[in-house]
C-alpha cells in the first residue's frame, strides 16, 4: 500500500464506511476478462469451474429444461416456502447422497442457496455450538472454505494432505498435522472429485480418516460438490455414507449447481448427524433459525427443478445418462493428458473437474501470454475446458515448464 493510500485511509477513518480497506478482486473473475479481451482465436479457457462440452458450452442439461417447461406448466404459485424450503426437494436429493440408509431421526437436512450457503450455514451453526471449535482445513482448497468458516467467527487451522511434487495423497503428513485437533474440531474433507487437486483417499485412507475423527473427538464436515463427475453417484458418496454410517455427528454440505448444470440457480443442502434424536431436534431448530437470518427462504427455482427431475423415473434416467456423459468426457480427457508426460501421470487417477499441475507462477503467466492458455495462478485448470484436439497442443506448450522426473519422456 503506498503511503498516499495510507494516508487517505487515515483521512477517511472516520467517515462513515471510511475504515473499511478495499478487497481484492476475485482472481478468477479477472482471469475470464483476460480472456475475453484475448483475440488470438486458438485461446483456450482453463480457468472457470463450470463443466464445457466438446464444443466449448455449459448447455443447460436436457433434463432441466423438460423440468422447466413442466413447472411452466403445473407451477400455481409462488407462495413463501419456510426456512427449510422444499421438504421433498430435500428428501429426494438425501436418496441420492445417503442411498437407501436411514440414519433416522439423527440426521436432519434444510435447503440451502447452494453449497456455498451450506457451507455457511453449517459454519453459524459449529460456531452457535462451540465457538471454540477450530476447522481444519486441507491445503490446498477451493478459496472460499476458510473466508466462509472465519466470517461465521471461527478460527481455521491448515493441514497438509497432498504433495504437489508427485501430484499424490501425503497421508502420513495430514495425520502428523492432525496430531494438533482437539475433541470438538471440525475436519473439512472433499467428499469426492478435491478442488482444486483431483486427488482422492483410498477407501482404506478413508476408513483411517472416521477412527481418527472417532478416537479423537472430531466432527467431520464434508462438502460433496461434484457427485457424479467423479467415478458415479453411488461412488462419488461412498466416503460420506460410510462416515454417516460410523460416526455419531457429521455435517455434509452438498452443491447440486454442478452435478444439474444448474450453477446461478444456487442448488444446495446441508445435512447435520446428531448422536441421538433429542440433540438432533435441537439442531433442526437451530439449522431453521439461522438459515431465517441468514436468508430467510433459499430460492426455489433450482431446487423445484431438481425435485421434478428426481420424482419422475424418466427425467431422472435421463438427468444420469447425461451426468454419465460428462464423467466420462472428463475421465477421457484425464487420461489423454496424462498419457502426455510423465509429470501429468497423476492426472488419470485424480477425478473430477480440476487438476493442479506442477507449474510455477511465472509458467502460468508465460503459458497466457505466449500460447493464449489461461488457467488459475497456482496452476490449477479445469479439465472440461480441454478438447480432444486441443489436449496435445496443451501438452506441447507445457513441456517446457515440465521437470520430467525419474524415466519421464
Ligand atoms: C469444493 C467446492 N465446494 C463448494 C462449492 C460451492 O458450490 P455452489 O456454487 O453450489 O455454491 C464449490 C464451487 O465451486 C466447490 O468447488
Not at 67 to 95: F, M
Request: glycine share 10%; charged share 20%; proline share 4%.
Amino acid at each position: 500500500m503506498t503511503l498516499d493510500t495510507l494516508s487517505a485511509r487515515a483521512a477517511s477513518a472516520s467517515l462513515p464506511f471510511g475504515a473499511l480497506a478495499a478487497q481484492p478482486a476475485d482472481a478468477l473473475l479477472s482471469l475470464i476478462a483476460l480472456y475475453r479481451a484475448d483475440d488470438r482465436p486458438q485461446k483456450i479457457d482453463l480457468g472457470v469451474g463450470v463443466f464445457r462440452n466438446d464444443a466449448g458450452d455449459t448447455p443447460v442439461m436436457r433434463a432441466v429444461k423438460a423440468a422447466e417447461a413442466v413447472l411452466l406448466e403445473t407451477q400455481v404459485t409462488k407462495s413463501y416456502l419456510g426456512a427449510e424450503g422444499d421438504a421433498a426437494y430435500t428428501a429426494l436429493l438425501a436418496g441420492i447422497v445417503f442411498g437407501d440408509r436411514t440414519a433416522g431421526e439423527r440426521l436432519n437436512g434444510v435447503q440451502t442457496p447452494g453449497g456455498t450457503g451450506a457451507l455457511r450455514l453449517g459454519a453459524e451453526l459449529v460456531a452457535r455450538a462451540n465457538r471454540e471449535a477450530r476447522v481444519w482445513i486441507g491445503t490446498p482448497t477451493w478459496p472460499n472454505h476458510a473466508p466462509i468458516f472465519a466470517e461465521a467467527g471461527l478460527s481455521t487451522r491448515s493441514h497438509r494432505f497432498y504433495d504437489a511434487v508427485s501430484g499424490r495423497i501425503d497421508f502420513d503428513a495430514m495425520l502428523n498435522d492432525l496430531a494438533e485437533a482437539r475433541a470438538g474440531d471440525i475436519l473439512l474433507l472433499h467428499g469426492c472429485c478435491h478442488n482444486p487437486t483431483g486427488s482422492a483417499f483410498t477407501p482404506e485412507q478413508w476408513l483411517a480418516v472416521s477412527d481418527l475423527c472417532a478416537a479423537r473427538g472430531l466432527i467431520p464436515f464434508i462438502d460433496l460438490a461434484y457427485q457424479g463427475l467423479g467415478d458415479g453417484l453411488a461412488e462419488d458418496a461412498a466416503a460420506t455414507r460410510m462416515i454417516v454410517d460410523a460416526l455419531p455427528a457429521a455435517l455434509v454440505a452438498y452443491s447440486g449447481d454442478k452435478n444439474f448444470g444448474l450453477y446461478r440457480e444456487r442448488v444446495g443442502a446441508l445435512w447435520a448427524l446428531s448422536a441421538n434424536g433429542a440433540i438432533a431436534e435441537r439442531v433442526r431448530t437451530n439449522m431453521l433459525s439461522l438459515a431465517r437470518s441468514l436468508w430467510s427462504m433459499p430460492p426455489d427455482h433450482g431446487a423445484a427443478i431438481v425435485r421434478t427431475i428426481l420424482e419422475n423415473d424418466a427425467l431422472r434416467a435421463d438427468w444420469r445418462d447425461e451426468l454419465d456423459a460428462m464423467r466420462a468426457r472428463l475421465n477421457g480427457l484425464r487420461a489423454a493428458l496424462a498419457a502426455m508426460h510423465s509429470r501429468l501421470a497423476p492426472i488419470a487417477d485424480q477425478r473430477g473437474m480440476f487438476a493442479m499441475l506442477p507449474l510455477t507462477h511465472e509458467a502460468v503467466a508465460a503459458l497466457r501470454e505466449e500460447h493464449g492458455i489461461y488457467m488459475a495462478g497456482n496452476g490449477r485448470i479445469n479439465i472440461a475446458g480441454l478438447r480432444a484436439d486441443t489436449v496435445a497442443v496443451f501438452a506441447q506448450a507445457l513441456r517446457p515448464h515440465l521437470h520430467a522426473g525419474e524415466g519421464g519422456p
